[in-house]
DNA sequence: TTGTAGGCGTTATCAT
DNA sequence: ATGATAACGCCTACAA
């Protein structure tokens, strides 16, 4: 880092004390206001640059919040990392963006960086470190909020379970009663309670849970695609899968289309999420929706919360909603099958 | 923030002075093994962790690279981050992330941000500040690296030209003749390159440019189906279009399937990015591949040159090549139109 | 091997 | 209204 001028170069090319620079850079009161003037323009024309690393360390605060997120790319996170971001910009607070890649290792890395970076609080989604965390921040001492992860105290959540049931319903509603579940296996509660919720409008209408029907994806394209690879090698396929997000709904769709099948028809297929692109997918895409920006909104308020130092903060939980579109449909009559 | 343990805390409970503490916990070689083992177990039991702002006030590094990026939805960025950030930290310096939301003032702001926080270099992509850099820079003295901006000298760009000429010869091998062209309206050289590409090959092969046929998106899928929306609007629609993005082109079919119409029976669409959807996506998409992962790689590399200080680094161009999967053929043949 | 002293850039307190 | 001084937490000569 080259030498940068500081209040105190300023300071002697004006002839005053280094106390009244900083003075007249905050607009301090007691401060004849032409020498401040004097000082501001100086300031300017030199180049000032404000060092916050210095500053933060006797105000005792960097005016920063950390935020992890598993992976840029990660299209659900978009959004939400744009409501953190505007409401911490909105309360002075600059974001420190970091990936985990779903990793809890380097979870733990980050954590212990934001900490030593010294952020006023942090925000974590897609935590891999689970139940670990209370222990992590008693190392840590740092307020700080989850994202989905509704059994923490200090959480916003989307209402998964609700979500998923909604999803579901829809297609028992539709007549159909064999329904698989492509799951994620990095173990998040999300993935627990979505499964819940399938579980238990199978169990609500007498449809026996098949375990076949439940299978692994992680998330990803390729994850979904291979799951619905397995599901379609069944002796007796789904005729309805529900995905842990729409990422995971797209593979699969993939995996449909792939051996001449098509959806709705053959097979419904809805997802999570309600990503941007849902609907412009072909089909368009049942899916459930989830309030990314309010998620990151919220998170953000109850952060500022905590770091004001209010105990009564409790875990927040946001309504899903299911949004029909064009990936489910009824099961079609098996007519071939029925003539054997 | 509360008060952490400091240095001088350990030093009092030692029984020691807080430069033997420092020195034991940096395995000073001029320390006794003994007393550096005690000091640094005592520092672990205290629970302590050193404030990185204080530590990089004397050694004038904060070991951070700033990295501005457009939009964490993005999906181009994705494995771009992922390229800086893997190659940041194995450099030991951990990556400060930042959304300039396509904002020209807010992109300054970060920089300014980013100053005044004295990272140790930075890194931006989707710059809307353009040729003002040099001129911000000059009140920001920092390190600095563009990604896909290739006339700056200190860049990492793919080969958008040359990239976009692969794209549009293909279509006029296929036969077409009238190729669309879906630009963005965020002024990137990108976009600029990727037009002159679609130009110089229609001007090879004496194909008339029209002014109808280079329509405005904006890397959206919304800003892609409108700009198809007009383009089927047209008296004579064209039978292939050429995206500025991957994205776009998604938005591009949409508004194509709307209307009936079928990809790439009725109209070819190619893409440029290949994102992991772009293989997934039905049909699967043809598109421009760019090695996102090396140009994140690349631009930290560049990066840390001009950190150490080296003066010779020129603008680095990384190939592009075009991928063709099952959204380009030949044109149809208006068997209808003929008869008439 | 260890302690002392000074300083990094800033703000805050207490004088003046 | 302004200046001197100390302090934030850490590092690094230099001295012992």
Redesign the pocket.
């Known amino acids: 880092m080259q030498?940068?001028v500081?209040?105190?170069d300023i300071a002697k090319a004006a002839?005053?004390?280094?106390?009244?620079v900083?003075?007249a850079?905050?607009h301090h009161?007691?401060?004849?206001e032409e020498?401040?003037e004097r000082i501001r323009e100086l300031a300017q024309q030199m180049g000032y640059s404000?060092?916050l690393p210095?500053?933060s360390?006797?105000?005792?605060d960097t005016a920063t919040i950390g935020l992890v997120i598993s992976h840029v790319s990660d299209p659900f996170l978009g959004r939400l990392v744009n409501g953190v971001e505007e409401s911490a910009q909105a309360e002075g607070y600059s974001v420190f963006l970091s990936s985990s890649y779903r990793n809890a290792d380097l979870e733990r890395n980050i954590i212990r960086d934001f900490h030593e970076r010294r952020v006023t609080g942090i925000v974590v989604t897609s935590s891999q470190i689970n139940n670990g965390y209370s222990e992590l921040c008693e190392r840590y001492p740092l307020p700080h909020v989850l994202v989905n992860f509704p059994d923490y105290p200090h959480s916003v959540s989307t209402d998964n379970l609700g979500g998923a049931q909604q999803a579901v319903e829809h297609l028992v509603q539709l007549g159909h009663r064999r329904i698989a579940y492509v799951s994620n296996r990095h173990v998040y509660p999300t993935d627990l309670h979505r499964r819940s919720g399938y579980k238990a409008v199978l169990r609500r209408h007498d449809i026996p849970i098949e375990d076949a029907l439940i299978t692994e994806g992680d998330g990803t394209l390729e994850g979904g695609a291979r799951a619905m690879q397995r599901l379609l090698a069944l002796p007796l396929p789904p005729t309805a899968v529900f995905c842990y997000n729409d990422v995971t709904a797209m593979g699969v769709m993939h995996s449909i289309n792939a051996v001449g099948k098509s959806v709705p028809r053959d097979c419904s297929v809805i997802g999570f999420d309600d990503l941007d692109l849902a609907a412009y997918y072909c089909p368009p895409l049942t899916t459930v929706h989830q309030p990314c920006y309010r998620l990151g909104q919220r998170a953000m308020r109850m952060l500022l919360q905590l770091i004001e130092g209010r105990e009564d903060v409790e875990a927040e939980v946001l309504p899903a909603g299911l949004v029909v579109r064009e990936t489910s449909g009824p099961p079609s009559v098996p007519t071939r099958r029925r003539r054997r």
């Open positions: 030498k940068a500081s209040i105190k002839g005053v004390s280094p106390s009244t900083s003075r850079l905050h009161p007691r401060i004849s020498t401040a404000p060092s210095a500053r360390l006797v105000t005792r």
